[in-house]
């Protein structure tokens, strides 16, 4: 039994290197980080991590292993692998940088489902401590924050970025500056959470030398926490510790407070291994009942996202630079009744993948921003060294499928535009992601295969039409696609798949509500001493991409503890 500290954060991901950093600020409180995944260590980080094109991504030696979600489709059920960060900085280390705030209605949201204190006033002074804006200032931006944020300026936009600014002014669309202060539907270049040359980690930013230098915080990478470790019940369902795995070691750490900081896709199986959550579900695999809490790993929320692959001509394919994954999107509102506004975007990606034949390979990736489809998270047995079963139902609603299948056709009308058409050869729907995936994969072989077929293509344009169409089914391009109504609502029923922004399983609520599982301080229910703060405690998922929100989030609630305590 180790020494008692005041904190024990159980994940260095987004929210646990904010929670490291804010907390051990005070020299009077001792702080434990404990991540499963390595270290990035100031100035010795890999460098497919400090690269602002997510190849770190790519990378299994940064991500949980085997890890899969069964995924319901129309007329089928299948296993897909599910990418889940295991890493300091966790998806921070590894996403495409995208720094969207989301929109105020999000966080009114949240308040008005049982979150008190966290409408959009009041997150608002979060997202701006946060980020050091390098190209807005006022009372919507930060300037003084551990976060850079940066957009891509026009003297840097590749060819498939002029054309599509081109249609949306030939068409009035709205162009959109700013999408974290002007929250109008339109088309612009994304925010990115990077140094002028380098990825801006949560890890990079929050545990940089000098934090790391702090007596008090202790950070522990490489080891897997187990269960947690509870107290004498006389004194009530206090958590007084964890039980950590280190170098096939167990051991145990005791603190005053437990924070769970591992994912929407994590921490929701660490309290039902303990013993909190559903009591019938926990009870059918033989797990003693901590504590009934009835939404513990429900309610999982992940955007819905579809791609449409364009080969490029030789002229205007991507370059090296700028080396950015998704640049630009067009934010716009389905109109579909029952839906808000603003409920979609269609993102411009310049290079499919790292490699030579990447950036031959430009697309556009339609996505649902604010799904009403569920999925769930629940243990399979009590077996520790057993995977949790993962679910995702991306069609359990189907305002989500209609909402999708115009995102496509929207999105395939850019693509055979007068400004777009003439920048590329062939452009076909991906009907086989874990293609794409695979040859995305970091390893020389895929480096070689890519540069010769690239070059093959910029020799035999007309190569490209069987190459890409290897990513979707013979004979379909995007003008079959949205001419056949039928084709059009089977792609997107069988070919819909996930980003990686789970949230939800923990979600933040009102102490009547038997679905929520923390409160507004992020303390679990019925349990002493345990907090969840991390992506899973959202009660619905915000209309952008989910990392700055997380931040956001961890950055609110470490000064709620900080207030609480002193």
């Given at each position: 039994?180790?020494?008692?500290?005041?904190?024990?954060?159980?994940?260095?991901?987004s929210?646990g290197?904010?929670?490291?950093?804010?907390?051990?600020?005070?020299?009077?409180?001792?702080?434990?980080?404990?991540?499963?995944?390595?270290?990035?260590?100031?100035?010795?980080?890999?460098?497919?991590?400090?690269?602002?094109?997510?190849?770190?991504?790519?990378n299994?030696?940064?991500?949980?292993p085997?890890?899969?979600?069964?995924?319901?489709?129309?007329?089928?059920?299948k296993?897909?692998?599910v990418?889940?960060?295991?890493?300091?900085g966790?998806?921070?280390?590894?996403?495409?940088?995208?720094?969207?705030?989301?929109?105020?209605?999000?966080?009114?949201?949240?308040?008005?489902?049982?979150?008190?204190?966290?409408?959009?006033q009041?997150?608002?002074?979060?997202?701006c401590?946060?980020?050091?804006?390098?190209?807005?200032?006022?009372?919507?931006?930060?300037?003084?924050?551990?976060?850079?944020?940066?957009?891509?300026?026009?003297?840097e936009?590749?060819?498939?970025l002029?054309?599509i600014?081109?249609?949306?002014?030939?068409?009035?669309?709205?162009?959109?500056?700013?999408?974290?202060?002007?929250?109008?539907?339109?088309?612009?270049?994304?925010?990115?959470?990077?140094?002028?040359?380098?990825?801006?980690?949560?890890?990079?930013?929050?545990?940089n030398?000098?934090v790391?230098?702090?007596?008090?915080?202790?950070?522990?990478?490489?080891?897997?926490?187990?269960n947690?470790?509870?107290?004498?019940?006389?004194?009530?369902?206090?958590?007084?510790?964890?039980?950590?795995?280190?170098?096939?070691?167990?051991?145990?750490?005791?603190?005053?407070?437990?924070?769970?900081?591992?994912?929407?896709l994590?921490?929701?199986?660490?309290l039902?291994?303990?013993?909190?959550?559903p009591?019938?579900?926990?009870?059918?695999?033989?797990?003693?009942?901590?504590?009934?809490?009835?939404?513990?790993?429900?309610?999982?929320?992940?955007?819905?996202?579809?791609?449409?692959?364009?080969?490029?001509?030789?002229?205007?394919?991507?370059?090296?630079?700028?080396?950015?994954?998704t640049?630009?999107?067009?934010?716009?509102?389905?109109?579909?009744?029952?839906?808000?506004?603003?409920?979609?975007?269609?993102?411009?990606?310049?290079?499919?993948?790292?490699?030579?034949?990447?950036?031959?390979?430009?697309?556009?990736?339609?996505?649902?921003?604010?799904?009403?489809?569920?999925?769930?998270?629940?243990?399979?047995?009590?077996?520790?060294?057993?995977?949790?079963?993962?679910?995702?139902?991306?069609?359990?609603?189907?305002?989500d499928?209609?909402?999708?299948?115009?995102?496509v056709?929207?999105?395939?009308?850019?693509?055979?535009s007068s400004?777009?058409?003439?920048?590329?050869?062939?452009?076909?729907?991906?009907?086989?992601?874990?293609?794409?995936?695979?040859?995305?994969?970091v390893?020389?072989?895929?480096?070689?295969?890519?540069?010769?077929i690239?070059?093959?293509?910029?020799?035999?344009?007309?190569?490209?039409?069987?190459?890409?169409?290897?990513?979707?089914?013979?004979?379909?391009d995007?003008?079959?696609?949205?001419?056949?109504?039928?084709l059009?609502?089977?792609?997107?029923?069988e070919?819909?798949?996930?980003?990686?922004?789970?949230?939800?399983?923990?979600?933040?609520?009102s102490t009547?509500?038997?679905?929520?599982?923390?409160?507004?301080?992020?303390?679990?229910?019925?349990?002493?001493?345990?907090?969840?703060?991390?992506?899973?405690i959202?009660?619905?998922?915000?209309?952008?991409?989910?990392?700055?929100?997380?931040?956001?989030?961890?950055?609110?609630?470490?000064?709620?503890?900080?207030?609480?305590?002193?």
């Amino acid at each position: 039994m180790h020494s008692l500290f005041d904190y024990i954060i159980v994940g260095g991901g987004s929210a646990g290197c904010v929670l490291a950093n804010r907390l051990s600020a005070n020299p009077k409180n001792k702080v434990l980080l404990i991540e499963a995944g390595i270290d990035t260590a100031p100035d010795a980080e890999p460098e497919d991590v400090l690269d602002t094109y997510p190849v770190s991504y790519y990378n299994p030696d940064y991500a949980w292993p085997n890890l899969t979600a069964h995924i319901k489709l129309k007329n089928t059920s299948k296993d897909l692998p599910v990418r889940q960060a295991r890493i300091l900085g966790g998806g921070s280390s590894l996403m495409g940088m995208v720094a969207l705030r989301g929109l105020p209605d999000d966080y009114n949201g949240w308040r008005d489902m049982g979150a008190d204190g966290w409408s959009w006033q009041d997150v608002l002074p979060y997202f701006c401590k946060l980020e050091n804006d390098v190209d807005f200032q006022g009372e919507l931006h930060g300037d003084g924050g551990p976060v850079p944020i940066r957009r891509l300026p026009p003297s840097e936009w590749p060819p498939l970025l002029n054309a599509i600014k081109e249609y949306c002014d030939a068409h009035q669309i709205s162009y959109v500056q700013d999408f974290n202060s002007d929250f109008r539907d339109g088309f612009g270049v994304l925010p990115t959470s990077k140094f002028s040359n380098k990825r801006a980690s949560s890890a990079i930013c929050y545990l940089n030398s000098q934090v790391r230098q702090r007596l008090n915080l202790k950070i522990i990478t490489q080891a897997n926490v187990n269960n947690l470790i509870f107290g004498d019940p006389s004194n009530g369902k206090r958590v007084t510790g964890v039980k950590v795995n280190i170098n096939k070691q167990v051991q145990e750490y005791t603190g005053r407070e437990v924070i769970l900081s591992s994912g929407a896709l994590k921490s929701p199986v660490l309290l039902l291994r303990s013993g909190i959550g559903p009591a019938v579900e926990l009870s059918s695999v033989g797990v003693d009942i901590v504590s009934n809490l009835k939404g513990v790993g429900s309610n999982l929320q992940n955007h819905q996202i579809l791609y449409l692959v364009a080969h490029m001509q030789k002229e205007a394919s991507h370059r090296s630079r700028p080396r950015l994954h998704t640049m630009a999107t067009l934010r716009y509102s389905s109109m579909i009744k029952g839906c808000p506004v603003s409920d979609m975007y269609i993102s411009v990606v310049g290079m499919s993948g790292w490699h030579a034949l990447g950036r031959r390979l430009s697309s556009l990736t339609p996505a649902v921003l604010q799904p009403y489809s569920r999925g769930k998270i629940s243990l399979r047995s009590s077996n520790i060294a057993e995977r949790a079963l993962i679910e995702f139902d991306f069609q359990s609603d189907k305002r989500d499928l209609v909402r999708l299948s115009g995102a496509v056709r929207r999105a395939s009308e850019i693509l055979l535009s007068s400004q777009v058409r003439d920048l590329w050869c062939h452009a076909f729907p991906v009907m086989r992601a874990d293609r794409m995936r695979h040859f995305n994969e970091v390893t020389r072989y895929n480096k070689f295969r890519a540069n010769i077929i690239a070059k093959l293509l910029d020799t035999i344009p007309s190569l490209g039409r069987p190459i890409v169409g290897a990513l979707s089914k013979p004979g379909i391009d995007i003008t079959k696609l949205i001419s056949d109504d039928q084709l059009l609502n089977d792609f997107v029923s069988e070919s819909v798949t996930g980003m990686a922004h789970h949230v939800g399983t923990c979600r933040m609520g009102s102490t009547s509500d038997e679905m929520a599982v923390v409160d507004s301080n992020a303390r679990v229910k019925g349990v002493i001493g345990l907090r969840v703060i991390d992506a899973s405690i959202m009660p619905r998922i915000p209309r952008g991409n989910t990392n700055i929100p997380t931040l956001m989030l961890a950055e609110k609630l470490a000064d709620s503890i900080i207030k609480e305590k002193y």
